[in-house]
């Protein structure tokens, strides 16, 4: 499978997706006033990927800003891994978040209450 | 009273502004203005979490208007522009205002004045139940709107939504709505 490789912009978060490593890497901001167009083709890789996912799957989210529209296309990302980790594949989600900001450790808290799979929360220091 | 736009923009430019624009609400503007108000917000003396909240709202309410601005009929289109809108951003004591004012078809304004009280009446946590029942259940609309925009703000920022809806003519409202993020108390 061709792994993805994008590179941020300011409306896109830099996109690391590589099958045979098992990583899964979204970080930047993700604030594109059409983000079901941005996220497709990780939703599309995702598919394929679960028919033959690695051994183990990590998926770092590592995001600064992202917008109510891209909320549910990352929620579509993550029911895609929900499937693989049913599946009794290890998944493991690391979510990133800087120190005092609540709202994006309480965005990954929301998504871990929706997906059933457990977050290990990662709290970055301030550059 | 007739509405007079020039009035609600020179009421929405109270305080210390950090950035005024009426006109057409496009993807390059939005790009702009985000530059511009994250540049200023870096020179602001606030905390970073409340730049954060500042920034973020502010994505969620030029983006909220970029999916919903009506075209307007032909009489109207004289005198505005297309796809047009009013955002102001501004600062006072400890808080930072976001002013948008856009025109809303009279129809749609009932559900729209419902869906703010709706928000406006709930507590932190119905706001973060419902946020997650949105995001969960309801399906991205053909505009790109997830329904999450003023919920979402609702939620970050904790405070009231303050809005007013002015007639303009049989047709159409202008819809002015205040979003405010307080700095914390020391």
Redesign the interface.
């Known amino acids: 499978m061709d792994p993805i490789i994008m590179e941020g912009s300011?409306?896109t978060p830099s996109v690391r997706f590589n099958a045979e490593k098992g990583i899964i890497e979204i970080k930047g901001r993700s604030?594109p006033?059409?983000?079901?167009e941005f996220y497709k083709p990780m939703v599309d890789w995702l598919d394929e990927y679960s028919r033959n996912p690695a051994k183990e799957t990590v998926v770092n989210f590592q995001l600064e800003?992202f917008?109510?529209?891209s909320?549910?296309c990352i929620?579509d990302l993550f029911k895609k891994l929900e499937a693989i980790h049913k599946e009794s594949r290890s998944v493991i989600i690391n979510w990133y978040y800087?120190e005092?900001?609540?709202?994006m450790l309480?965005a990954g808290e929301?998504y871990e209450?929706?997906i059933r799979i457990p977050f290990t929360m990662i709290e970055m220091e301030?550059q | 009273m007739a509405f007079n736009i020039q009035q609600s923009y020179s009421k929405m430019n109270e305080g210390e502004v950090l950035l005024a624009y009426k006109g057409s609400i496009n993807?390059d503007l939005?790009?702009n203005v985000?530059?511009v108000v994250e540049s200023k917000l870096e020179d602001a003396r606030s905390?970073?979490?409340v730049k954060?909240?500042v920034?973020?709202v502010l994505?969620?309410s030029l983006?909220n208007l970029?999916?919903h601005i009506e075209d307007l009929p032909g009489d109207m289109k004289e005198q505005f522009d297309t796809r047009f809108g009013i955002l102001v951003v501004s600062r006072m004591d400890d808080l930072y205002r976001i002013s948008t004012g856009n025109f809303v078809r009279s129809s749609k304004v009932k559900h729209l004045k419902e869906k703010i009280d709706k928000i406006n009446s709930l507590t932190r946590d119905e706001l973060?139940d419902m946020?997650?029942f949105v995001?969960?259940y309801q399906k991205?609309t053909d505009k790109?709107?997830?329904g999450?925009?003023l919920i979402?703000i609702a939620k970050?920022t904790g405070n009231k939504l303050e809005y007013s809806f002015q007639k303009y003519n049989n047709d159409y409202y202008f819809f002015n709505l205040n979003i405010y993020v307080t700095e914390p108390s020391e």
């Open positions: 300011p409306k604030i006033e059409n983000a079901i800003y917008n109510t529209s909320s549910k929620l800087e005092d900001d609540e709202d309480e929301d209450s929706i301030e | 993807t939005i790009t985000l530059d905390v970073s979490s954060k909240k920034y973020s994505v969620e983006q970029y999916h973060k946020y997650k995001l969960n991205i790109g709107g997830g999450l925009g979402d970050k």
